[in-house]
């Protein structure tokens, strides 16, 4: 009956640990497109701060090379945390993935908030001229069996901007958007997001809508997410884990020299 008793204790316990204990944020790769020619500004993130729609630290940050390339490597371009090379959230190298780009360049624009998650991600952007060069983005060798893409900081510029449709499109399903303000006017956590949910393999993403002369458009980093990882308990969880067996232990212990010194 006490050892009834004490499975039973147990089990609440693990019940308990079960519903409160926290877990890991899932695996993700980060990029964060900055301006590598301002000398005051780039819009960097640094390795512990976690923007995005799922949070996840050690964003690749790609100082954007000279203007008006086409198929340009991105990972050489990547100055941080670790210069050439991709990391993941962990900041561990993602071995064996590429990353290709196409564009017209980048800019910066500081909110006078540098140094907080948001700001940093939306202060950097990656731009498609007025003159109608698109931003194109090819992904190979992805890590994981499944995943989300996120396009974070979408906006519009140009004189026309307000109003004039945008897109963005990986081949098989394409997002529009409109920029209402032009982007100087705009508080940078209104910005709009894409999400490409589900995806496996390759990916090449690719804008449109850039008017020669009129509009162009632009985004801030674009995040991949692994959705295949289960999740996985911290630390504090097994500690709190291990911390039950042992009450459940000395708690048998002690019933058993009660019982047997009656």
């Known amino acids: 009956m006490e050892s009834h008793r004490i499975f039973g204790w147990f089990a609440v316990g693990v019940l308990v640990l079960t519903a409160v204990a926290p877990t890991a944020h899932a695996e993700t790769i980060g990029f964060n497109f900055t301006d590598n020619d301002s000398p005051t500004f780039t819009g960097q993130i640094g390795s512990t701060l976690e923007p995005g729609v799922v949070g996840g630290a050690n964003w690749n940050n790609v100082g954007v090379g000279p203007n008006l390339q086409t198929g340009r490597n991105m990972v050489a371009d990547i100055i941080g945390p670790t210069a050439g090379t991709i990391v993941d959230s962990n900041g561990a190298t993602v071995a064996g993935m590429t990353a290709t780009y196409s564009y017209n360049g980048a800019f910066a624009e500081d909110f006078g908030t540098t140094g907080t998650d948001w700001d940093d991600l939306f202060e950097g952007q990656l731009s498609a001229s007025a003159d109608g060069n698109l931003i194109s983005i090819a992904l190979t060798n992805i890590p994981y069996a499944s995943y989300d893409i996120y396009v974070l900081g ?109």
């Open 154 to 262: 979408l906006r519009s510029y140009g004189l026309s901007a307000a109003g004039t449709a945008q897109s963005i499109s990986d081949g098989t399903e394409t997002f529009n958007w409109t920029t209402p303000l032009n982007w100087k006017t705009q508080d940078p956590m209104t910005q709009v997001s894409a999400l490409f949910a589900d995806r496996s393999g390759d990916i090449t993403l690719t804008t449109s809508g850039a008017i020669s002369g009129q509009v162009g458009h632009s985004f801030g980093g674009i995040h991949i997410v692994n959705t295949t990882a289960a999740a996985v308990p911290e630390p504090s969880s097994f500690a709190l884990m291990a911390l039950i067996l042992l009450g459940m232990a000395c708690y048998g212990w002690r019933q058993r020299h009660l019982a047997a010194a009656a």
